[in-house]
Nanobody, 114 residues
Framework: QVQLVESGGGLVQPGGSLRLSCAAS????????MGWYRQAPGNQRALVAR???????YYLDSVKGRFTISRDNPKNTVYLQMDSLKADDTAVYYC????????WGQGTQVTVSS
């Protein structure tokens, strides 16, 4: 069973940047699509970005041009570079396959506030 551990969150001012990492305990290449999800208080968890094994990407409209998803298959790690952060990006961020097949990790809190 693949386990996922997210890290890299924190408190950042509007306009700032963060880079999230997701370390998987098994091979992510064989998983196929990997994604970053987020859940803000009172909202459902939603897919923010997705990347295929070969690097094809998808982004939620509200993060296009600001977020970049990438993956390092040999290191079994998925990244989310977040630039020009806004208050609306405040949420707990999780990674998982797309569609989700593995237990959720603890997530990493991202708070955008001045």
């Amino acid at each position: 069973q693949v386990q996922l551990v997210e890290s890299g969150g924190g408190l950042v001012q509007p306009g700032g940047s963060l880079r999230l990492s997701c370390a998987a305990s098994g091979s992510i290449f064989s998983i196929g699509f990997m994604g970053w999800y987020r859940q803000a208080p009172g909202n459902q968890r939603a897919l923010v970005a997705r990347i295929s094994s070969f690097g094809n990407t998808y982004y939620l409209d509200s993060v296009k041009g600001r977020f970049t998803i990438s993956r390092d298959n040999p290191k079994n790690t998925v990244y989310l570079q977040m630039d020009s952060l806004k208050a609306d990006d405040t949420a707990v961020y999780y990674c998982n396959s797309v569609p989700t097949r593995y237990p959720w990790g603890q997530g990493t809190q991202v708070t955008v506030s001045s």
